[in-house]
């Protein structure tokens, strides 16, 4: 993989990483307002390594995707070559793991070596990193020489000049393309004078790029002061946090916005890319600040849906017509999606449109526990199931096949579990063999497990036949194939 574009870290003005506030819409409205480069908000090597990559067709964007169906991090084309990516990490080899994943996704890669918080500290990362400089050293030379992308790293200041100038020295040995420094101590908070002049003598010790940051409180109050901030420290970049966070449009060359225009654009963001109105929920407080007393501020606290944010700014409207192109987009793309499907699917499979309903069934029995022992009677080979994932809206369907035969639901599904369920449920139905629900009288399966003959074959939470030694080919469509639909 080549660089196209290497991103340049001179001469710029950068929306600076904040926890729960770098989201994307944050990101994009930065970036219409004239910030040059934006970084996400930390994210954690662990919680990351757990993703998948997907493609989500209806919003155009990439997600992060986590087991539980979060998205961890979400990016689309627009800031591609703009958008750095800080993560969280203690270990070089996980850092590694995660840069790879979101290479191809981003403009640069950053590890957060400033963060005081005690939830980053205690898992050594953060500024706890700042106390071992040989694993600072560590994960910086492995990232820069396993990617491609430019690396970064975001530090706070130590207890002496000295030894600052001593640790970015050597950071600056890494390779890595350009240091983020924030002016205040692991211990100082933002009511704490930035040090300056702690910036400018890194600036002067060392020939990459020094972005500077922490200057919102002292310094920055207009776009103008973005450059007496620059100049106080000598740096190549300013990296803004709370002033942009408080109004976006802070990199305004023209200056400001009006507020009420600003929390507008950044609502019609929230409402396209889908952000959980939590998240827009916050940001926006962060906006209104002393106005949420106000009548507009009471409503937005109250809150409970990205419709009623809309609402509560006059933007009903607004929130209608986007969701319905969405519901129009996500139509069309299911409606092509069934057209291949029914092209490509094999007329030999015997389909029916049933679901798997536990409520139906006695405790620890199944469909597929029906259909194995009915399998097991005949001497047939046992069931083999092959599940699939579609890649609209990640719902599942699987088949199963029982003497040389296939049968599947043709109801998806929202779990590969009750897909297969489903699938056995076809299988039973066309072969004329009770599947064991309560309706059908006495359950010889349930009578033997009374009777201690049988082991517990499903978990009572999923259905799952955890004891069932039926074999089972898993053909899920990850990486550009699935995507997350929209909540509207």
Known sequence: MTVNTPLCFRGKKILAPMVRVGTLPMR????DYGADIVYCEELIDIKMLQCKRVINEVLETVD??????RIVFRTCERERERVVFQM???DAERALAVAKLVESDVAGIDINMGCPKEYSTKARMGAALLSDPDKIESILTTLVKGICKPVTCKIRILPSVEDTLNLVKRIEKTGIAAIAVHGRKKEERPQHPVHCDVIKAISEAVSIPVIANGGSHDFIKEYADIETFQKATAASSVMIARAAMWNPSIFRQQGFCPLKDVMQDYIKYA?????HYTNTKYCLCQMLREQLETTQGKKLHAAQSTQEICEAFEMGDFYEETTAIFEAKKTSLETKIQDEDDQTEDPDVIKMAVRFDKREYPPQITPKMYLLEWCRKEKHPQPVYETVQRPLDRLFSSVVTVAERKYRSTL?????????QAAAIVCLRALGVPEGKLCEGENHLVNKRKRGEQEPLISRDHGEDLAEPSQKKANFIEDTSAMNVPKM
Not at 28 to 31: G, I, Q
């Open 28 to 31: 994009l409205l930065a970036l």
């Open 64 to 69: 992060f995707v986590a087991p539980n169906e």
């Open 88 to 90: 969280g990490s203690a």
């Open 271 to 275: 409402v396209r890319y889908d952000n």
């Open 412 to 420: 998806w599904d929202k779990s590969k579990k009750l897909a297969e």
